[in-house]
C-alpha cells in the first residue's frame, strides 16, 4: 500500500507486486519526488544498488518476486559523465572522494550512485584465487571451492563481458609496469576487465561515457527493471525494522535525500518487505547493522582496506597515464612473502591530474613541479593483503551516535600494524624497482618529503624513509569485512549462505562478508557471492509465503 503524508491509507492489497504499484515510481528513479511519508510493501527491499545488490536483485526479480532497491546516492546515466573530475568526485563518491580513516592516514575511494562503486571502478576482475579459498576453508570454516563457485562465475563473466584485455592495447603507464617486472625476471600479466565497446578512453574513474564499461546501471539494473524491480536513488536507509523479538526483520525505515546538498529533504520512506538484503558495501552495512541495534558478533570488525602505496616515475617519452584503460597489467610477484609477512601485488593507476595532485600531498612548488611532468609520469601502485596473518584485525567501523541514529556519522578506523609498515617499506622497493628497470630517468615516493631515485644505487635512502600513518600517502579502493561469513557465531556475522546469524530474514551480500582481503581487486567475487547467495534468498522468500 502507498500513504502519503496527509492523505488517508488505502486499503491493503494481496500480494507485495500488487502492492507496490502506485506505491513507488517504476524503473530507476529518484526518492527526491516524494513528499511526507510513503510506505509500501514488496517481497524483497535491497539496500545498495552496486556489485552485491544488484546482481542479487536482478536474479530475484526474475524469478518473479517485487524487488525494490534503495540507493542513497544519485542515478546518472552516460549522458551526465562530462569527463571532469570536478564533476565526478561529488557525484559519484562518498563524501565527495574525501573520505577517510579517522585518522585521515587512509584516504577512502568509495563509489556513491545507482550502480555503486561498480560506475567508477576501473573495470578490474578476477576470481577469488585458490589460495584465499584454502585459507578460508582451513581459518573460517567457509566450504566455497573453485569448483563451487565456477557456474557462479562464469554467469557473471558472460553477463558482464569479462575477458582478458589484450596486452597490446595496454597504455603506456600499464606497459611500465609489465615491462620493469619482466626485466627483473618477475611474474606480470594482462588483467581482465568487464567491458563491452571499450572506447580506451582511461576515464572509467570518472563514469564511462559510452557505456562501455558493463556496470550495475547499465547491466543487472537493467536487467531487473526489466523484471519489474524498481530502484529508488537519493534514498538513505536509517534502520533495519524488527519484531520486538529481534528474530525478524520487517523492512526499512529510511530519509529522503537532497542530491545537491547531501542533506535529508524531510520525506521519509518505510518499506514493509519479506525479506531485507543489506548490500551497502563493507562501511555502510556495519554501520547499519549497528544503527539498527545488530551488534552481534564481530559485526564492524576486521574491516580490511587492501592498503596502497605508490611510486611514481618520470619519463622521457610521453607516458599519457590520463588516457587508455587505466588497469590493463598487473604483478603478483610477492603475493606470498613467507608464512610472517604481509604479501602485495601491483598495479597501475590513471593519472587525471586531481587525482595525482590529491594523492601526491604536495602543494605549492613542488606539487607545480610534479604536475609540469604530468604528460611523462607513471604512477603504480602496491596493495597489501590485510587480514590473512595471525593476529592481524584490520580496522574497525564506529558509528558516532550509535543504534537509532540515523544520522550518525560513520568513522573507519584503521591502525597501521608493524606487520603492514613492513610491508609498506617493501612495496615501495618493489615500485621503485620495476619504473627504474622500465626506464624511468627518476623515480619517486609519496613521502611528505618525497624520496627521490635516480638509480638502484638510491634504493637505500628509501629503505631508510619512515612508514606508518601520515608519513607518506595510503589509499584504499577496495573495502572488505566488517560482517564476515563463517559457521562460527563469535567469529561471525552471517553464515556461508549470507544469511544474518539471529535475523531469520536478513541477508547481507556485499564486500562486508569477505573474512578476509582478497589479494585482488574484489569486484568479480562479490559478483560471484551474489549470484550464489540467489538460492538461499528466493528460498527465504518463498519460506516467507
Not at 560482517?483 to 535475523?503: E, F, I, N, Y
Not at 585482488?520 to 528466493?538: C, D, E, K
Amino acid at each position: 500500500m502507498s500513504e502519503q503524508a496527509g492523505t488517508e491509507p488505502r486499503a491493503p492489497v494481496q500480494g507485495a507486486a500488487a502492492a507496490l504499484e502506485g506505491a513507488l515510481p517504476a524503473g530507476i528513479s529518484s526518492a527526491m519526488d516524494l513528499r511526507g511519508h510513503v510506505r509500501a510493501r514488496c517481497d524483497v527491499v535491497v539496500i545498495g544498488s552496486g556489485a552485491g545488490g544488484a546482481v542479487l536483485a536482478a536474479g530475484l526479480a526474475e524469478a518473479g518476486h517485487s524487488v525494490v532497491v534503495l540507493e542513497e546516492g544519485g542515478a546518472y546515466t552516460k549522458a551526465d559523465f562530462d569527463l571532469q573530475e570536478a564533476t565526478a568526485y561529488p557525484q559519484l563518491y562518498q563524501e565527495r572522494g574525501t573520505r577517510a580513516t579517522a585518522d585521515m592516514a587512509v584516504t577512502i575511494l568509495q563509489g556513491r550512485s545507482v550502480g555503486g562503486s561498480t560506475t567508477v571502478n576501473w573495470t578490474t576482475c578476477y576470481r577469488t584465487p585458490e589460495r584465499i579459498l584454502s585459507h578460508w576453508r582451513q581459518a573460517h570454516g567457509l566450504e566455497f571451492s573453485e569448483e563451487s563457485l565456477r557456474p557462479h562465475f562464469e554467469a557473471v563473466e558472460r553477463r558482464l563481458s569479462i575477458a582478458t584485455w589484450p596486452e597490446q592495447n595496454a597504455n603506456r603507464n600499464n606497459q611500465t609496469l609489465g615491462r620493469g617486472a619482466r626485466k627483473l625476471g618477475w611474474e606480470a600479466s594482462p588483467t581482465r576487465r568487464n567491458v563491452k565497446g571499450c572506447a580506451n578512453s582511461g576515464y572509467c574513474g570518472v563514469g564511462c561515457p559510452v557505456d562501455g564499461k558493463q556496470a550495475m546501471h547499465v547491466t543487472y539494473l537493467r536487467d531487473l527493471v526489466a523484471a519489474g524491480g524498481r530502484v529508488l536513488a537519493d534514498c538513505r536507509v536509517d534502520r533495519i525494522a524488527l519484531t520486538p523479538d529481534g528474530g525478524r526483520a520487517r523492512g526499512v525505515e529510511a530519509s529522503v535525500l537532497d542530491r545537491a546538498s547531501g542533506k535529508t529533504t524531510g520525506a521519509t520512506l518505510t518499506i514493509e518487505a519479506k525479506v531485507v538484503v543489506s548490500s551497502a558495501g563493507a562501511i555502510h552495512t556495519p554501520a547499519l547493522l549497528i544503527r539498527s541495534g545488530l551488534r552481534d558478533g564481530p559485526v564492524g570488525r576486521r574491516t580490511f582496506l587492501h592498503p596502497v602505496v605508490g611510486i611514481g616515475g618520470v619519463y622521457a617519452e610521453r607516458i599519457d597515464g590520463f588516457y587508455g584503460a587505466p588497469q590493463s597489467m598487473a604483478s603478483h610477484q610477492y603475493i606470498d612473502r613467507g608464512p610472517d609477512k604481509m604479501g602485495f601485488f601491483m598495479e597501475a593507476v590513471p593519472v587525471q591530474p586531481m587525482l595525482i595532485a590529491f594523492a601526491s600531498g604536495q602543494f605549492g612548488a613542488g606539487l607545480r613541479g610534479m604536475m609540469a611532468q604530468l604528460p611523462h609520469l607513471s604512477v603504480l601502485i602496491g596493495l597489501a593483503v590485510d587480514g590473512l596473518l595471525p593476529g592481524d584485525e584490520g580496522g574497525h567501523i564506529e558509528v558516532e551516535g550509535g543504534a537509532g541514529d540515523g544520522g550518525g556519522r560513520i568513522r573507519v578506523h584503521y591502525p597501521i600494524s608493524a606487520a603492514l609498515r613492513d610491508a609498506m617499506a617493501a612495496m615501495h622497493e618493489a615500485l621503485a624497482k620495476v619504473q627504474l628497470a622500465a626506464g624511468a630517468k627518476s623515480a619517486f615516493s609519496l613521502h611528505r618529503e618525497p624520496v627521490q631515485l635516480q638509480s638502484e644505487a638510491d634504493l637505500p635512502a628509501l629503505r631508510s624513509a619512515p612508514y606508518g600513518a601520515l608519513e607518506h600517502g595510503i589509499f584504499s579502493a577496495h573495502q572488505m569485512g566488517g560482517a564476515a561469513m563463517g559457521k562460527d557465531p563469535a567469529r561471525a556475522v552471517v553464515t556461508p549462505s549470507l544469511r544474518h546469524g539471529r535475523v531469520a530474514n536478513l541477508f547481507v551480500v556485499d564486500g562486508s562478508v569477505l573474512p578476509t582481503a582478497l589479494g585482488v581487486n574484489p569486484s568479480q567475487t562479490i559478483y560471484g557471492l551474489a549470484h550464489h547467495a540467489r538460492t538461499a534468498v528466493l528460498a527465504a522468500t518463498r519460506e516467507a509465503g
